[in-house]
């Protein structure tokens, strides 16, 4: 579910906030509310789905050593919402 800045193109990072979950590009600073069918709660699909994702971001668009850096400054940002996100989902177990 990882969406584009309409703008620039750019990867939109979710971001949480009080009024919810924001993606957010760090490029050009558009931003919109995340949908609720987004699907960032789901801690099963998140792990394999986004890591999918993220193996074919790194993959796919290392074109010079400034632009896989900046692809890293994303994915660092990824992740931390990933831990975020999968923390708060911990605790019911899985069975
Ligand atoms: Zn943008």
Redesign the pocket.
């Known amino acids: 579910m990882v969406e584009f800045?309409?703008?620039?193109?750019?990867i939109?990072v979710p971001v949480r906030k009080k009024e919810g979950l924001f993606l957010v590009?760090?490029?050009?600073?558009?931003e919109k509310k995340a949908s609720k069918s987004a699907g960032y709660k789901k801690k099963e699909k998140i792990s394999e789905n986004k890591k999918n994702k993220l193996v074919i971001i790194t993959s796919s668009s290392i074109t010079s050593k400034e632009k896989l850096q900046e692809e890293r400054e994303l994915l660092q940002e990824y992740y931390e919402v990933f831990l975020e996100t999968m923390e708060g989902e911990e605790g019911g177990g899985e069975e």
């Open positions: 800045c309409p703008k620039c193109g750019s939109l590009c760090k490029k050009c600073g558009y």
